[in-house]
């Protein structure tokens, strides 16, 4: 059942609203303006469907499978860094 507010009440009381409906996602609140209902204040639809954002992380990393590295070719960067960093530049 939707509990009506006026506007007046809503805007003194937003956040109070806001944690009942993190408390009681079922709850309505109707917002009225001279007893005529304009707007309607409710938790998302899709709430309880939604992941936190560490747990939404770490299943995206168990769907990933391991990456391959058998076929990449291994070389040294450190030992032929003088090549690159010393070149003389007519060669």
Not at 72 to 83: E, G, I, M, T, Y
Not at 84 to 91: D, Q
């Given at each position: 059942?939707?509990?009506?507010?006026?506007i007046?009440?809503?805007?003194k009381?937003?956040?109070?609203l806001l944690?009942?409906l993190q408390e009681n996602?079922q709850a309505?609140y109707?917002i009225?303006v001279?007893d005529?209902v304009?707007?309607e204040?409710s938790?998302?639809?899709?709430r309880?469907?939604?992941?936190?954002?560490?747990?939404?992380?770490?299943?995206a990393?168990?769907?990933?499978d391991?990456?391959?590295?058998t076929?990449?070719?291994?070389?040294?960067v450190?030992?032929s860094h003088?090549?690159?960093?010393?070149?003389r530049?007519?060669?």
């Amino acid at each position: 059942m939707a509990v009506k507010i006026p506007i007046s009440e809503a805007r003194k009381h937003l956040s109070g609203l806001l944690k009942a409906l993190q408390e009681n996602p079922q709850a309505v609140y109707e917002i009225t303006v001279n007893d005529i209902v304009f707007g309607e204040l409710s938790a998302p639809k899709a709430r309880g469907q939604r992941l936190g954002t560490g747990n939404a992380l770490l299943q995206a990393v168990e769907e990933m499978d391991q990456p391959d590295i058998t076929g990449a070719a291994r070389h040294s960067v450190a030992r032929s860094h003088d090549v690159y960093l010393h070149r003389r530049k007519g060669k």
